[in-house]
């Protein structure tokens, strides 16, 4: 069977067991942010002065103060802080519960109003049509199998003009274990292939604690989802690019085989911002 069917039937159980991944990332997640994974853990010490830096750091937002903000797919107390801080009206959607109190947690104790619901990033049919000024997805994309649902859905409640910030993987090197260096090189050992199901590759993903010490479990339902696939699909839907940025951990020497080593040889996600063109009175 070739490669591209064999995808196609791949997608095609997967979108007949959409409740399975929902049912299994939801469950998964909540024990990752129950082992203080580092996106759980809520920005309690911030300041409004980190808050800027945090949220201004690329130069597109500028002034958030009053702004209608979706964190989508973005719990665990971080983003929808900074926002918050800055005096924004902030929402935070998220499959995890867990990470949802972590938003609670934070919101108490900086004494701000914030909204959280539980959801699946591929439906906001919650929200009204043009809801929001800005909706920021930091890295959750590549948890569904489709990045249509999302980018439609964040096309209708996004209000003309708003802005968009997604984080996703590189694509390229999605499927590089970055502890697979031979002594030379991280090998490139998977196709291509776009809506691929990588949990395979990665079947657990390692916490670090407090003390140092690491606790194993199982990782979450990830995909692949190709730069075309990314790019051209925000495009369809109305979204103009404002500017993308790698990211790597900087490391002046860093250790042959380290995370800090690979990230400078292939940075490993993107961050991406857009603003959204469609008319007032579009449906």
Known sequence: MCAAHSIDNQ????????????????????????????????FLDFTPEQAAEHIYRHGVLKDVSG??????AGGGGQGSVAFGLLGAQVTVLDLSD?????????????????????????DLSVFSEDS?????????????????????????????????????????VHAVDDEAWDGSAYPLKH????????????????????DGTKVTLPGPYEFR???????????????????????????ENPEPGSWAHFTQLAPPWFSSFWRLEKSNDEN
């Open 98 to 122: 867990v990470q949802l109190e972590r938003d609670r947690q934070a919101a108490s104790h900086h004494g701000l109003n914030i909204t959280t619901l539980q959801g699946d990033m591929r």
């Open 225 to 251: 989802h190709t730069l075309s696939t990314v790019l051209n699909t925000l495009v369809s839907n109305g979204f103009v690019m404002l500017g993308l940025w790698e990211w790597m951990r900087l490391d």
């Open 132 to 172: 929001f000024d800005i909706v920021w997805q930091v890295y959750s994309l590549n948890f569904v199998p489709s990045v249509e649902p999302v980018f439609r859905g964040v096309r209708r409640v996004l209000r003309p003009g708003g802005i968009y910030f997604v984080q996703f993987a590189n694509p390229f």
């Open 11 to 42: 997608l095609k159980r997967i979108n007949n067991n959409m409740d399975e991944i929902n049912a299994t990332n939801r469950t998964r997640w909540n024990a990752l942010a129950n082992a203080n994974i580092e996106w759980s853990r809520p």
């Open 191 to 210: 196709p291509y292939i776009d809506g691929e199901d990588l949990t395979s590759y990665f079947p657990t993903w390692d916490v670090t604690q407090p």
């Open 67 to 72: 702004k209608q903000v979706l964190c989508l």
